[in-house]
């Protein structure tokens, strides 16, 4: 095994009652599985996509922890769009899994091609760089995504589970993972995200889970639905967004509700 590929950490981001089954189940379902074992699982606005590309039966994840752009640096502004829960995997994993696949961005995403966006097993140190904290995707590399054929990836391979800090509720998210991940009698360390800017960050956050909830789980397609719905608080900031940022955005408050929001 290759060092690099060796030390490299999975990760994958769910919703609360996504989460709630796989503890369930025992382990990070495909969405094959976890629509069997739950019907109200979260549904996202790729989930037609994938069935048509026979990616129902498969277990996705990314090679970072999406969450912490939104918790670390000032330009980015949207958290992780498929979760507040991050589950992150022990290093060693990805020749573990079986038909383990690696690719550019995610093969849900438009303009997706199998031919560029590949990567095979063989290059993927390439797209990494070791530093004094961990191995971690280099910069042009940061959007890449995993699969493989595992319908369930058990909890044994979990090294930790970082949540965002949502207050919601008079409830707090990490507290809530923790006491379902001891109920479970599972070892497994929850920490709860730290967020650099925190004031400034958790008063962004706060606002988006208030639209969130407002919207009550709309689907979300268009710039235009943004622009109708918007809080005056968020106006001067959402007009800040790139078109992606956008999209990302409308993923963001419907899954957010739909997965998390409504079961606290």
């Known amino acids: 095994m290759n060092t690099i590929t060796s030390k490299i950490h999975l990760y994958h981001a769910t919703q609360l009652d996504d989460f709630e089954t796989y503890l369930k189940c025992g382990g990070v379902l495909c969405r094959e599985e976890l629509e069997a074992a739950n019907p109200e699982f979260t549904k996202f606005f790729s989930d037609e996509k994938d069935k048509a590309d026979n990616n129902w039966n498969r277990t996705f994840g990314n090679f970072a922890d999406f969450g912490a752009r939104f918790a670390n640096f000032k330009g980015s502004v949207i958290p992780n769009a498929y979760g507040p829960i991050c589950i992150v995997f022990k290093p060693g994993l990805v020749e573990k899994l079986s038909d383990f696949k690696a690719t550019k961005i995610s093969v849900a995403t438009d303009g997706y091609k199998p031919e560029s966006h590949f990567i095979p097993l063989s290059e993927l140190p390439s797209h990494f760089e070791e530093t ?17 054929a595992n319908r369930i990836v058990e909890f044994e391979h979990v090294a930790y589970i970082i949540v965002d800090a949502i207050h ?4 707090f998210l990490p507290d809530i993972i923790t006491e379902k991940v001891n109920s479970m009698g599972l070892s497994i360390k929850v920490l709860p995200r730290k967020m650099k800017n925190t004031e400034e960050k958790q008063a962004i956050l706060s606002e988006l889970l208030l639209w969130a909830a407002a919207l009550g789980g709309k ?11 918007v809080p005056d608080s968020l106006k001067e900031w959402l007009q ?7 999209g990302i955005l409308a993923s963001w408050l419907t899954y957010i509700y739909s997965g998390t929001l409504r079961y606290l």
Do not use: H, W
């Open 132 to 148: 004094q904290s961990g191995v971690f995707p280099i910069k042009t590399s940061s959007a890449m995504e995993f699969s493989c």
């Open 168 to 171: 919601y509720n008079g409830r």
């Open 219 to 229: 689907l979300l397609d268009d710039n235009e639905e943004l622009e109708n719905s």
């Open 240 to 246: 800040g967004l790139k078109p992606k940022g956008r």
